[in-house]
């Protein structure tokens, strides 16, 4: 069986608390700021930028090696999502613990799945998709302009602010798509799915390969034999590699790539220490383009 291992960024308390504001269990009442809870640093960034000295924000999930997929929620966590205004939170399963703390509850929620540009696609990780972090930028906005009516422009005036920034990203993976495209590519997990569609790329990863690693299962010896393929046959121009989901099978992958001389992207789920979303995803964007250059 596969197993997460941890990944240490360095500084990573310095990063997290640079990146969101950490409050305690009922603030809200204690400053009179809105008190919002997302389910991990990624969200609970992007919830800080809009919420900027307005409102308070704490997120759960801020180890790079942890799992949302199969976190499930403290004493000391449920009470924060009790006694939070609003709630950000993935959707689609990804953060599952979430959803089931709210289930049958009267909250206030922004979900990012169900903001998704694209209802027929399936992949959980839209935090890599320009269009419904947008959205979702505009949904915590119009949230907390109801919570907290006195400070509902300036919200307002920070989503746009932080939907202009995003539109830097996706001109970096539209310009990708021109000067390549249709590049084969290879992930050892479908994290950056939505920035590899915003590329105009080909992943040509097997499904039944993808889908075991995603799962944390062994894949079957016949689906590693063909991902190994792609890259031996350099069928492939990248390989798109998670660093926060390893094992002897993905090492071996790297290996192979770095033997036949192709390039390696390593991505994350969680927010390195020091950086913000934009950052964040701009070097992700940028790093794919120079891969291909």
């Known amino acids: ?35 919002v809870v997302a389910s991990t640093n990624v969200w609970g960034d992007i919830a800080t930028t809009i919420a900027g000295p307005d409102a308070s924000v704490t997120s759960l999930i801020t180890d790079p090696a942890a799992d949302p997929h199969s976190h499930e929620t403290s004493a000391v966590e449920s009470a924060k999502i009790s006694d939070a205004d609003l709630i950000v939170y993935n959707g689609g399963g990804y953060d599952e613990f979430i959803e089931k703390a709210i289930q049958g509850k009267d909250r206030q929620t922004v979900d990012a799945f169900e903001s998704r540009t694209d209802k027929s696609d399936e992949n959980e990780h839209v935090f890599y998709d320009m269009g419904t972090v947008s959205t979702v930028a505009d949904k915590i906005a119009a949230a907390l302009g109801e919570i907290d009516s006195a400070h509902a422009s300036a919200y307002t005036e920070r989503a746009a602010a932080f939907k202009g920034r995003l539109a830097a990203i996706t001109t970096i993976a539209t310009k990708i798509g021109a000067e390549h495209p249709k590049t084969p590519v290879l992930q050892t997990e479908p994290l950056a799915h939505y920035l590899l569609v915003a590329a105009g790329t080909q992943d040509l990863t097997p499904h039944e390969f993808q889908e075991a690693i995603e799962q944390e299962t062994d894949p079957a010896p016949a689906a590693v034999a063909a ?62 383009a120079a891969a291909l250059a």
Do not use: H
Request: aromatic share 4%; proline share 3%; hydrophobic share 40%.
């Open 1 to 35: 069986m596969r197993t997460r291992i941890a990944i240490r960024f360095a500084g990573i308390a310095v990063g997290v608390a640079t990146a969101v504001t950490l409050t305690a269990c009922g603030s809200s009442n204690d400053s009179g700021k809105p008190n």
């Open 227 to 288: 991902t190994q393929d792609l890259l031996t046959g350099k069928k492939v121009r990248v390989l798109v590699y998670n660093i926060q989901t390893e094992d002897k099978i993905t090492k071996d992958l790297r290996s192979i790539a770095q033997s036949n001389g192709l390039p390696i992207v390593e991505v994350t789920e969680t927010l390195p220490a020091g950086v913000d979303y934009i950052q964040w995803q701009t070097e992700n964007a940028k790093a794919l």
